[in-house]
């Protein structure tokens, strides 16, 4: 079954960096986009970047834009988005999730998010 799983999230003071994993299973990962997630306490879940299948960070939130990068190690199975001078603001979980096709309908899929605390 199709499984992702994040990880790599904590407590950074403002200014640091993190690296957000998500490790996938259970499709075929190479030909999947990638979406990155976050929600933070009280607001609505908000879309912070897409990695397309070639590889390519695209719709990068404009509050992320310039600190956050996204890739993707197709042979590992696995989507990262690096995380830099991070803000207080940056606090959330953090999901990714993947989209397929199933019996003629789009599932989204997602991971139990990783939580990313950043102090001022």
């Known amino acids: 079954q199709v499984q992702l799983v994040e990880s790599g999230g904590g407590l950074v003071q403002s200014g640091g960096s993190l690296r957000l994993s998500c490790a996938a299973s259970?499709?075929?990962?190479?030909?999947?986009?990638i979406k990155w997630y976050r929600q933070a306490p009280g607001k609505e879940r908000e879309l912070v970047v897409t990695?397309?299948?070639?590889?390519?960070?695209?719709g990068y939130a404009d509050s992320v834009k310039g600190r956050f990068t996204v890739s993707r190690d197709d042979p590992k199975n696995t989507a990262y988005l690096e995380m830099n001078y991070l803000k207080p603001e940056d606090t959330a979980v953090y999901y990714c999730?993947?989209?397929?096709?199933?019996?003629?309908?789009?599932?989204?899929?997602w991971g139990q998010g990783t939580q990313v605390t950043v102090s001022a």
């Open positions: 999730s993947a989209r397929q096709l199933r019996l003629g309908v789009f599932v989204d899929y």
């Open positions: 259970g499709f075929i990962f190479g030909t999947t986009a």
């Open positions: 990695i397309t299948t070639i590889g390519t960070g695209i």
